[in-house]
């Protein structure tokens, strides 16, 4: 999801302010971007939350049982009240990817992959080069005080489903988010939770990402899983990402849950750095 408006629910203003630059980005270079918007709904007792959503966020149109409805007809008599996200955007991650990739090999860079770069890394820069470090919570030392923070998600399909665009389900609790990943498949994350073990799926977890779709649509019951998988996100204390220069190394890192929406924006602020000498900017500067 690149969702700047709605991760400004909870994230630092810079996140939207960076976010918006991200969003812009991606148009620029990645032709299966979809631009649909997001839409958020929430069952008929937790209303409140959409109250407090919309408050704390911009960027948004108010709908109506009707308005959900013309946007995501499957969902016309799920939910009262909404809120329609329309510049918003997602992409199917591994196909953006994989072009991504693509396009860097066809500008003769050189990938290579399971090809760790050994400690200490600001030595691996080649006479006269750089090293750019964003290995994330790899990266994590007394000089670097990263935290992990544990996001589980599932991979279901189903042909009956229709969503176009995400759907974020607003829950006091568990306020999870389904993403239409193309041919019929849909991914439902993500748990947050402030640990950076990498193992599996828990019982607890899928249970709630599971039980939470199904509130969203009970098509949901009949889909088949695909995928159960975990992420650690690397977060420094603010949840904002930081760039640091050290020598012959630049680090970026904690992402957090915005890395997809921000890299664009990181790479091009680390570019302009190289290229026109600019400085980082001060509220990501460490
Ligand atoms: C379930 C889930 C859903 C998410 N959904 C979204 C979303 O919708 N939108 C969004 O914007 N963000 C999303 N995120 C957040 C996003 O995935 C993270 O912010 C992002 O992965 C952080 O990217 P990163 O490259 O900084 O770190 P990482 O993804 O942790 O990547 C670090 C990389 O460095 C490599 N590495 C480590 N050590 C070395 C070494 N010595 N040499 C070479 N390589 C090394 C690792 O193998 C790894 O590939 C989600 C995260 C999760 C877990």
């Given at each position: ?34 631009v649909r918007g997001t ?83 600001w030595l691996a820069a ?161």
């Open positions: 999801m690149l969702a700047p408006y709605c991760e400004s629910e909870s994230a630092h203003p810079i996140v939207r302010e960076l976010g918006l630059r991200g969003l812009e980005l991606w148009q620029q270079f990645e032709p299966a971007l979809l839409l958020v709904v929430a069952a008929q007792r937790d209303e409140s939350e959409l109250v407090r959503f919309a408050r704390m966020t911009h960027g948004h149109q108010h709908l109506d049982q009707a308005g959900i409805g013309r946007l995501e007809p499957i969902l016309a008599d799920r939910f009262r009240q909404g809120l329609h996200f329309s510049d918003e955007a997602h992409v199917p991650p591994r196909a953006a990817i994989s072009s991504l990739i693509g396009a860097l090999l066809n500008l003769g860079v050189d990938v290579r992959f399971s090809n760790p770069i050994a400690e200490p890394i080649p006479a006269g080069g750089i090293v750019i470090d964003c290995r994330g919570l790899a990266a994590r030392s007394d000089r670097t005080p990263l935290r992990g923070v544990r996001g589980e998600m599932a991979v279901v399909q189903e042909s009956t489903l229709s969503l176009s665009r995400p759907v974020r389900l607003l829950h006091p609790r568990f306020p999870i988010y389904i993403v239409p990943w193309g041919n019929d498949a849909y991914m439902i994350g993500a748990t947050m939770i402030e640990s950076d073990s990498p193992t599996g799926v828990t019982v607890r977890s899928a249970l709630e990402l599971m039980s939470t779709a199904c509130a969203v649509h009970p098509a949901f019951l009949d889909a088949r899983i695909t995928e159960y998988s975990v992420g650690v996100r690397p977060a420094f204390d603010d949840n904002v990402p930081k760039i640091g220069l050290r020598g012959k190394c630049i680090s970026v890192n904690g992402a957090y849950r915005h890395g997809f929406l921000l890299a664009p924006v990181l790479a091009e602020i680390v570019a302009d750095h190289l290229e026109h000498g600019l400085a980082f900017p001060q509220g990501l500067s460490c």
